[in-house]
């Protein structure tokens, strides 16, 4: 399996004192080796607040450029029509179940009360052209995969939450 975009919903626990101005970070993981690290944060936005609920969308080879599992890359010169993996995006051999972990992370220690977190992916899959060609093509709708609905206070400040929360997709 290969996904192509990934979108987190991440939503603020709407009740008194939840939001935060703290940076929050999601580190992407397969089976243990960290591929990406995603900032949860918009620059022109109170990204969470009390109650808020924001898309962080990480789509194409800028955002998710080809990680290989399992596939092993071609040698440098060497083509194959069609080619065994896309020219970008992050491949789960296995599938994502027992897989895949999310690691949120807060940066300082302005509390944040993290409500659910939804994850969805764009995969890439071979798909006919023509009658006798394939090519890898992103889906075109979103697959849901989960969601963590356990509230959780996060913050630098071990008196008022954990600075990182695991979430593993079993």
Do not use: C
Request: glycine share 8%; net charge negative.
């Amino acid at each position: 399996m290969w996904i192509g975009a990934i979108r987190l919903d991440v939503r603020t626990k709407d009740q008194t004192f939840a939001g935060t101005d703290s940076l929050v970070q999601a580190k992407f993981i397969r089976d243990g080796a960290v591929l990406r690290v995603l900032n949860l944060d918009y620059p022109a936005e109170n990204d969470h607040e009390q109650g808020a609920e924001r898309n962080y969308d990480y789509i194409g080879a800028t955002r998710l450029p080809r990680m290989n599992d399992q596939t092993p890359s071609l040698p440098d010169g060497i083509g194959q029509d069609p080619m065994p993996y896309p020219s970008y995006g992050i491949e789960f051999s296995n599938g994502l179940h027992g897989h895949l972990k999310l690691q949120l992370k807060i940066g300082n220690d302005d509390m944040w009360i993290k409500d659910n977190v939804d994850l969805y992916v764009l995969q890439i899959r071979q798909k006919a052209t023509s009658f006798d060609t394939l090519d890898w093509q992103e889906d075109s709708d979103w697959t849901y995969v989960g969601t963590w609905g356990q509230d959780v206070a996060m913050s630098t400040d071990s008196g008022e939450g954990t600075t990182t929360w695991n979430l593993n997709l079993t």
